[in-house]
């Protein structure tokens, strides 16, 4: 039975954007169709969301992020 994995992972922030990298894998081989960039603005809004997962942003840096789950992938 082939394994699937989804990744959100946080790459840093820059003024109010912050930068996300959505990846997918299937059988531990990531497939390129399947990774997307993602940018968000948090000045007016802390919730981010793509596809089904979302969070909630409480504290972000360029190098680090502090969130709390909402709803998973």
């Known amino acids: 039975q082939p ?15 912050l930068k996300f990298v959505y990846r997918e894998f299937s059988e531990d081989l990531a497939r390129p169709a399947f990774t997307q ?6 000045s007016k809004e802390t919730m981010v969301g793509f596809k089904n997962l979302i ?19």
Do not use: L, P
């Open 3 to 17: 394994s699937f994995k989804q990744e959100f992972i946080y790459n840093g922030r820059y003024q109010d954007n």
């Open 37 to 42: 960039e993602v940018q968000y603005d948090i």
């Open 55 to 73: 969070i909630e942003v409480i504290e972000a840096s360029n190098t680090k992020i502090q969130y709390k789950v909402i709803q998973t992938f």
